[in-house]
């Protein structure tokens, strides 16, 4: 009886989808208090230049920027390059913090996946060869690519990239710990999850499109994953305004009309794409709008996926208080025709509200100052890299 006892309990815990969960607590941010505020009273002070410091991160930096020179014509297509401006600019030392400031994106996917060029990768390597791991703490900003891809490129070049998971911290964009949870994998300890942000020629001004909300959903999307080809039939829904949703294989608006669409509508949905963060999940929110996130396989799987409450904590900006229900709706594939009925039940305004309160942190600047916090705390000691539950699960609700 005991032993069956202890077969249930074990059950049990593991349909609760409670998860060992790496990422740097921050203290939250208060119901009452602006964004601007919460960086001036949490970040930690810089310390003295150490001019051995100074002198090591240039090294660092004038070896990356090999690779961004030849990156040059994709440069202002990333976001990774507002950050790497922002660095050389402040140079700010936190603790024994060094920036691997490389164009991943360019490294990754433009040479070793599109064009199966390897020798950026080698040469990225190269450098990894020759950190000092022992005396300092290393960071990088990976953006729009993958530790995964990382190590299959290199592979399919003929070598081993070295030394990966000696980095301290990673700021990842693509939420892949998300697909990790859904998948039962170990999660990647290190990824502090970030926006995936559009470089700053392309980011929507903030007061661009002052426009009241009208209680419609808008989607226009290219078809990057099988949950987005659902979508559309949604807009015959007569619980709630769907007529606002386009078919992925629709013609693509133009960037004005996207986004004056996109300002209108209350709500927007933002599925996964090839990936589990697509951009619109913060284009919805630049806009002030809400945006539904879908959470899928990528391919056509039909495993049963877990609670969408098992992803919540790896939403960008969770460590510091911010749950992504509370800006809009997270579900899963399974779900999408509850979505009319969930959207006629629910008042938006107090989500309208959070939204525009925090809208500043999904920009590339909020980003940046938001990065620096995390490296200021680590470097304190007030925040370590380390495993620990940091949430306990909601339970499942129609709003």
């Known amino acids: 009886m005991k032993f069956r006892n202890c077969i249930q309990i074990c059950v049990a815990l593991l349909r609760l989808r409670i998860f060992l969960v790496s990422s740097v607590i921050l ?12 960086f001036t009273r949490v970040i930690q002070p810089k310390v003295r230049y150490d001019l051995d410091w100074w002198n090591y991160q240039q090294k660092i930096l004038i070896k990356c920027s090999a690779l961004w020179d030849e990156a040059i014509q ?17 140079m700010p030392q936190f603790g024994k913090f060094i920036y691997i400031a490389l164009p991943w994106h360019y490294i990754v996917e433009q040479c070793g996946m599109l064009r199966q060029n390897y020798e950026p990768l080698r040469l990225a390597s190269g450098i990894f060869e020759i950190l000092q791991f022992k005396e300092y703490d290393h960071f990088t900003v990976i953006g729009q690519a993958s530790l995964r891809q990382i190590q299959k490129y290199s592979r399919r070049g003929g070598f081993e990239f070295p030394n990966l998971d000696k980095l301290k911290l990673i700021f990842t964009a ?33 007061d661009a499109f002052k426009s ?12 990057s994953s099988p949950v987005r080809k659902f979508l559309h039939k949604l807009s015959k ?5 769907m007529t606002g949703i386009r078919s992925c294989d629709e013609r693509r608006l133009s960037r004005y009309e996207f986004y004056t669409e996109m300002a209108k509508a209350t709500w927007v949905l933002t599925p996964r794409g090839s990936y589990p963060a697509a951009y619109m ?17 990528r391919d056509n799987c039909t495993k049963a996926l ?11 900006f969770y460590n510091m208080g911010i749950d992504w229900r509370d800006l809009g709706l997270l579900i899963n594939a399974d779900e999408i025709q509850s979505i009319p009925r969930r959207l006629s039940r629910i008042d938006p305004q107090s989500r309208l509200n ?22 200021s705390h680590v470097a304190a000691g007030i925040s370590s890299v380390k495993e620990h539950l940091p949430y306990e699960a909601r339970g499942n609700s129609t709003s």
Request: charged content about 20%; hydrophobic content about 40%.
């Open 74 to 90: 994709d440069k202002k297509k990333l976001a990774v390059s507002f950050y790497v401006k922002q660095w050389l600019e402040e």
């Open 281 to 297: 999940m913060s284009e919805a929110l630049q806009c002030g709008s809400l945006p539904i996130y879908i959470y899928g396989w």
């Open 354 to 375: 959070n939204v525009l309160r925090l809208q500043s942190l999904f920009s590339l600047q909020g980003t940046f100052r938001y990065m620096l916090v995390v490296l």
């Open 174 to 206: 693509r939420l892949e710990n998300i697909d990790r949870v859904a998948k039962g994998e170990n999660l990647k300890l290190r990824e502090v999850p970030i926006p995936l942000l559009h470089p700053r020629m392309m980011e929507i001004p903030f």
């Open 306 to 316: 877990p609670s969408i409450n098992s992803y919540v904590p790896f939403f960008p």
């Open 27 to 38: 203290p939250p941010i208060q119901t009452n208090e602006t964004v601007d505020q919460w």
């Open 237 to 241: 829904s007569n619980l709630y305004n």
């Open 212 to 223: 009241n909300k009208e209680p419609f959903v808008f989607f226009s999307g290219a078809c």
